[in-house]
């Protein structure tokens, strides 16, 4: 069917927050099981070029693609539900739109035309979108628009995608997300504000094809009814999304819904196969009937706002549910963190995890949890920010080298046991000039990584300027903290282990970026694994 590739837009109404995301994903799952190609991509109506030099708390977590691309988190569960990677096309924003145009206005490519928002602005929204369409893996490209109808920002890619939907009427269908308040004191469900959102849309030019209502309560067929004479939709197009228990129930509560049939009805492609939901079924029984329960702490400096570590939680589900134990995260602020309260705040845990992060804020008490975890035997996983702290935390408290530290921290450390990467070092701009993307890892035989991984050479996502320094390998090696997981082309250290300790393991590449519902990541099942191992034997 790549010969004429189907377009999807998901646009959102009433307020953000629906999920626009989440039925993507959901939509693109249900899809892929009937055979069909999928891909998702996401618009985002932020001048920002990406998130890579947004704050977390701005944003929430930074995901990065196997290609390098640093991206909107929802790309994240994209990944995580199709279990096929994305790249740089599958995000694009308004700062990448204006950016290209106006390096085409400065190379004359316009010839000397005035540019504008309409049609420079809008046919380069639609070039982007259809980069992907342009490949010939795939069947049907799902395009999420940020924010929510009405947003000023998004006016240029509602144009776009109106200027699609006349250019390729048989190919392009609209999916507009919208809510369905339930007023208390009324005792019912209010159909107006999602009028509204439609008629917004509307004198932008674009008809919803389908309307998924976002609601606490069941829709009954008279509300539905009465949504599709006003919406100008028909009532099977009318989908209800109601409250789910998790978010990997809405696949299986889309599919009730028939959102997938009613897709392909309106493109008119005939269904493929019948949708086989087994193994989603199979992780979603493990999912919600563990055997037992482990409590780990996530160590970290933005954990009042959880989507700073989407991705870690996300994995923690998926490796809980191949062990059949669910995983408590405590959400554990590394700021609250000193020796006195270590004991209180991490005593009595299953594992601690210590996260990524950048700059000195926060970085004594993520210390104080690393040795905490080393000398008390509890299971510790520590990410990026986590490996090179464990290193300095070692050098200090094991090695006997009081003033080791990360070069990020103290520029001109004594003892610079983390320092900046070579190639950073002549680096000005910060946006998108990390070592970024997906590099080869050689794993030694005899180490719990090779053990979790089963494979000697694996491929793993970096984010990151500094590094472990090669210089002090064999002291660290000596003391008992080896080096087992090393970059084949530049040797750089990969994955730390403290030997003569049950689980004490640190990666500088980020392995939640890799783990999806049907391959959790081999280093989060086995991090849960010595958690439940540790909880038995307390």
Not at 214 to 226: D, F
Not at 268 to 286: M, P, S
């Amino acid at each position: 069917m790549a010969d004429n590739i189907k377009y999807i837009f998901v646009t959102g109404g009433v307020t953000s927050s629906l999920g626009k995301g989440i039925i993507s994903a959901s939509l693109a799952k249900l899809l892929q099981l009937r055979g069909y190609r999928v891909t998702i991509q996401k618009l985002d109506p932020y001048i920002n070029v990406d998130p890579g030099t947004l704050n977390p708390y701005e944003h929430g977590e930074c995901f990065v693609t196997e290609d390098g691309a640093e991206t909107d988190l929802d790309l994240g569960h994209y990944e995580r539900f199709l279990n096929v990677p994305t790249s740089q096309a599958n995000n694009v924003t308004t700062g990448r739109i204006y950016q290209s145009v106006i390096d085409k206005e400065r190379r004359g490519e316009y010839l000397g035309k005035t540019v504008q928002i309409i049609p420079h602005i809008t046919d380069e929204i639609k070039r982007c979108i259809q980069i992907l369409g342009s490949k010939s893996e795939f069947d049907f490209v799902i395009t999420e628009i940020g924010g929510t109808v009405g947003d000023i920002e998004s006016l240029p890619y509602i144009e776009a995608v109106r200027q699609l939907m006349w250019e390729k009427e048989e190919d392009c269908i609209v999916i507009h997300l919208t809510l369905i308040p339930y007023l208390t004191a009324a005792g019912e469900l209010k159909t107006k504000p999602t009028q509204h959102s439609v008629k917004t849309l509307l004198e932008n030019g674009v008809q919803p094809d389908i309307l998924v209502c976002r609601t606490e309560h069941e829709l009954s067929a008279q509300l539905r009814n009465k949504i599709a004479k006003f919406c100008n939709v028909t009532p099977n197009a009318v989908i209800q999304s109601i409250d789910a228990e998790t978010i990997y129930d809405v696949p299986v509560l889309m599919s009730e819904e028939k959102l997938d049939e009613v897709v392909l009805e309106k493109l008119n492609v005939k269904n493929k196969k019948k949708i086989d939901l087994r193994k989603w079924q199979d992780f979603l029984t493990r999912y919600k009937n563990p055997k037992g329960k482990v409590r780990i702490a996530l160590v970290g400096k933005y954990v009042e706002l959880k989507d700073s570590y989407k991705s870690i939680a996300e994995s923690f589900i998926h490796a809980g549910a191949a062990n059949e134990v669910a995983v408590e995260i405590i959400w554990t602020h590394s700021e609250d963190i000193n020796p006195r309260t270590v004991e209180e705040k991490l005593g009595g845990l299953d594992g601690i995890l210590v996260a990524p992060g950048f700059g000195s804020r926060g970085i004594d008490g993520k210390l104080d949890a690393i040795r905490f975890a080393r000398e008390s035997g509890i299971p510790f996983f520590g990410i990026c920010l986590g490996m090179q702290m464990a290193t300095v935390e070692f050098a200090r408290n094991v090695m006997n080298l009081p003033d080791a530290n990360s070069t990020e921290m103290k520029e001109y450390a004594q003892n610079p046991v983390i320092s900046l990467m070579a190639e950073q070092k002549t680096v000005v701009n910060k946006g998108g000039t990390m070592r970024l993307g997906s590099y080869p890892c050689k794993i030694k035989k005899d180490s719990k990584a090779f053990a979790a991984y089963q494979s000697e050479l694996v491929h793993e996502r970096h984010r990151h300027r500094f590094e472990f320094n090669n210089d002090y390998i064999a002291a660290f090696e000596k003391a008992g903290m080896i080096c087992t997981g090393i970059n084949p082309d530049n040797q750089l250290v990969e994955i730390i282990e403290v030997k003569n300790h049950p689980y004490f393991v640190a990666s500088q590449f980020h392995p939640e970026y890799k783990s999806t519902v049907l391959n959790p990541h081999p280093l989060f099942v086995s991090f849960v694994k010595a958690a439940v191992k540790y909880s038995q034997k307390k």
